[in-house]
């Protein structure tokens, strides 16, 4: 294999198997990938099954893993971005659950549940502390549902930083998070679990791959989950999930599966506790940090998030020469939601009442909206927003592209074209509380609160809150279509020096209406947008060998008004009447990437500057969206080591510094402030060691900590959630070659940690929870 940029894609095949998550090295046989056809391969229609790629590595060393995109057909070592994946040998051994709880040995993704009256909740994230909420990607299709997204039938979860609008249209700002789903192979595999532990938590998982024939095979994953949190009084979740997929034409020329997805979950929202100002201070602090219970439940028992998502997934292959490979990708997705929350504020006379000689009088309001100590008076009622909700949601996105190899003269070319077509729809009927929601006390705040007297939205009803610029609606909705063309050449300027050059153009056309309610009050309103835009990307690539590579690059994204079009009640809000000019952002980064010890440990480090205009500040109340004309900056390095560091002994490491402030503000005292959501020092460090791998008495064990810097909340800084520190561990032991039992710990010290993070509000992450598994496997 060269070090070149035609090695760097002979490699994409032979990683693309499942390996073991055991922690030793290995030799391990993987056949070639279905829906990555290596280049190399003859022509032949059929190939035979038994032809296979022996590789020297290890399955915690990422850096040759491909991506599983077309678009991005490279392994992660020759992709010239910052990437952090976690593989599925981390997935097993931490017995990582959802998506969530993968990211956090990602440093620089902060989870969040989405603000503004439509309070979304599920998998909200930030990337480098710029918003990623509509940047979530399965196998390479954006996901479009807002919910909690199971870990079942996933293979990896991938974060690539900084701005990849040239690869996956508008938005990633701070980067993109992709999924790998699991698919069939032609190796015959069952796998079935139960977990069981703390705070009632039960899970039950399986995993079926059968071979069919020579190129066809099935496979079949299904989850259910039941569980409260650890620390957090009525807090629960249930989960079910099921993902079939079949695949034909496996090591064929021409490869198709078709995929499903079906997630269901029954859940109480989480929106945390209050911040309060202590006395003689000027930072707004959960109040957790002041002796308030951790197990405080602000809400009410009349609250839900009811949601179902289903995803139909097609992806095509066929590798019209050895050297150029078609791709189509379609995805329909369908979305339903029923969800109910209650936000929480702590007003000036609630934090007085606290501090002073009467703290039991402290009450808190279940709304989003400032009471003015009204609740601590003879009125005794709350606001009723945010309002109740239904939404139903759909998508369809179809990916068509082109991988080309060839040489003009001395220079090789590996060339990347295609067409990305999708349509977003969203429907969001709001319903009525009749009675005002009473406030809960703030030591012992009780959630049983009765009749509300829900009303399902129609016009005239009363109780329709009134947003500003909107009026008081019982019925939004809109949709997002964009039609979107990219192009990218690597030219091989010598064996070791290549030149990336790539741009997309992007057509987004949004609409989005606001309807019912008191019409004599407030007409309906219609809000229209199309944003053309195209974002370029350029990058030096320096290979001495097929194990380093050096790289520039840059790269620019657009964020076009009315893009979060699920994920929102006001997806296009124009500001003074007119419509929200996109965000811009900028990427600099300069980075190294190095596999060592026979593929089994790699490195990486990157320097980066991260600059964005126009920044879109979301009010937490009433969620309207407005530009603030706001610069940011974030500038840092980021580290990671991960893989083996002696036989049979594994790890996964990583660092990042970051300075970042907003450098320009038309409110002059943000000038110079933090970046909120980004904590200026964070790492993730987690080991295992295998002792005796090949005895009876196997055993291994290891663990890790993370932890993260104190973060602000907000553009003044004015609030802040103090650092986390979080220790975990596992201890595992297989019987023979099918059994497996393990036991998890996670936040052993019991800290008050915080894991999602709101303007106004931190929810206090999991207590001390243990986890024990038994597995079976052949």
């Given amino acids: 294999m060269t070090c070149s940029l035609r090695g760097a894609m002979l490699s994409i095949p032979a990683l693309t198997g499942l390996v073991s998550g055991s922690a030793g090295a290995q030799s391990v046989t993987h056949a070639p990938d279905p829906a990555i056809p290596a280049i190399d391969m003859a022509t032949d229609d059929t190939l035979p099954v038994e032809e296979r790629i022996t590789v020297e590595g290890h399955a915690f060393n990422v850096l040759k893993q491909p991506l599983g995109i077309s678009r991005l057909p490279n392994d992660v070592l020759h992709t010239p971005q910052q990437i952090n994946v976690v593989p599925q040998a981390l997935i097993r051994q931490q017995n990582i659950t959802t998506v969530d709880q993968a990211l956090r040995d990602v440093p620089g993704v902060t989870a969040s549940i989405g603000e503004g009256a439509s309070g979304m909740a599920g998998d909200q994230f930030l990337i480098r502390g710029f918003t990623a909420q509509n940047d979530l990607y399965e196998d390479g299709l954006r996901d479009f549902g807002v919910y909690t997204r199971d870990s079942f039938d996933l293979e990896s979860v991938d974060v690539i930083k900084g701005p990849s609008s040239e690869v996956f249209g508008n938005g990633t700002t701070g980067g993109a998070i992709n999924m790998t789903t699991k698919s069939p192979r032609l190796t015959n595999h069952a796998e079935a679990g139960f977990t069981g532990g703390s705070a009632n938590f039960h899970r039950g998982t399986f995993d079926f791959n059968q071979r069919l024939d020579a190129s066809t095979a099935l496979r079949i994953e299904g989850m259910g989950t039941e569980a409260d949190t650890v620390g957090r009084n009525f807090i629960y979740s249930h989960r079910w999930g099921i993902a079939p997929s079949i695949a034909f034409g496996l090591g064929r020329r021409s490869t198709l599966i078709l995929q499903y997805v079906h997630q269901s979950e029954n859940s109480i929202p989480d929106y945390g506790t209050p911040l309060i100002l202590g006395p003689g201070t000027h930072v707004y602090r959960p109040v957790t940090e002041y002796g308030v219970d951790r197990a405080n439940f602000y809400g009410m028992d009349i609250d839900q998030n009811a949601t179902s998502d289903n995803k139909q997934t097609a992806r095509f292959s066929y590798r019209l020469t050895p050297h150029i490979t078609l791709y189509d990708d379609l995805r329909g997705e369908a979305f339903f939601r029923q969800f109910a929350a209650s936000k929480i504020v702590c007003d000036a006379t609630c934090t007085a009442n606290f501090f002073g000689p009467h703290p039991e009088r402290a009450l808190v309001a279940r709304s989003g909206a400032d009471t003015g100590g009204a609740g601590n008076g003879a009125s005794g009622g709350s606001t009723k927003q945010p309002l109740p909700y239904d939404q139903r949601s759909w998508s369809v996105q179809n990916v068509a592209s082109l991988v080309a190899e060839f040489s003009t003269f001395h220079l090789h070319h590996q060339l990347i074209s295609g067409l990305d077509i999708s349509r977003v729809g969203n429907v969001l009927a709001s319903s009525v509380y009749l009675k005002a929601r009473p406030f809960a006390n703030l030591l012992a705040p009780d959630p049983h609160v009765g009749d509300l007297g829900l009303v399902p939205g129609q016009q005239d009803i009363p109780g329709l809150v009134n947003y500003s610029g909107i009026g008081a609606k019982d019925n939004y909705n809109g949709y997002g279509f964009d039609t979107g063309a990219f192009l990218s050449d690597q030219i091989e300027l010598t064996r070791w020096l290549s030149l990336k050059g790539g741009l997309r153009w992007d057509r987004w ?106 920044a879109v500040s979301t009010d937490p109340s009433t969620g309207l969206a407005t530009s603030t004309g706001d610069e940011q900056r974030n500038q840092g390095l980021e580290l990671s080591a991960t893989g083996l560091i002696l036989p049979h002994w594994n790890i996964s490491a990583t660092y990042a510094l970051y300075d970042d402030e907003t450098t320009a503000s038309l409110t002059a005292s943000n000038v110079g402030r933090r970046i909120p959501y980004v904590a200026h020092n964070q790492a993730t460090l987690w080991s ?81 929870t243990f986890l024990g598994q038994i597995n079976y496997s052949y």
Wanted: aromatic share 12%; no cysteine.
């Fill in 688 to 768: 295992v060691y295998e002792a005796f791998a090949d005895r009876p008495w196997n055993l291994a064990f290891g663990g890790g900590v993370i932890w993260r810097q104190h973060v602000w909340l907000d553009a003044a800084n004015t609030a802040r959630v103090p650092a986390t520190l979080d220790f975990s561990g596992t201890v595992s032991h297989h019987f023979g070659a099918h059994w497996k039992i393990a036991l998890n710990g996670y936040n052993l010290g019991n800290r008050l940690n915080y894991s999602s993070l709101f303007t106004n509000r931190a929810t206090p992450a999991p207590g001390r």
């Fill in 509 to 614: 056309q949004t609409s989005y209406n606001a309807l019912g309610g008191n019409l004599r009050l407030y007409p309906d309103l219609h809000f229209h947008n199309v944003t053309n835009v195209i974002n370029p990307s350029v990058s030096l690539l320096v290979t001495p060998d097929e194990h380093q590579t050096y790289y520039f690059t840059w790269g620019a994204a657009t964020t076009p008004a009315g893009i979060y079009v699920t994920n929102t009640l006001f997806p296009i809000r124009p500001p003074a009447g007119d419509i929200s000019a996109p965000e811009h952002s900028h990427l600099y980064e300069i980075g190294a990437k190095y596999s060592l010890a026979h593929d089994r440990l790699g490195l990486t480090a990157a320097l980066f500057r991260l600059d964005k205009d126009n």
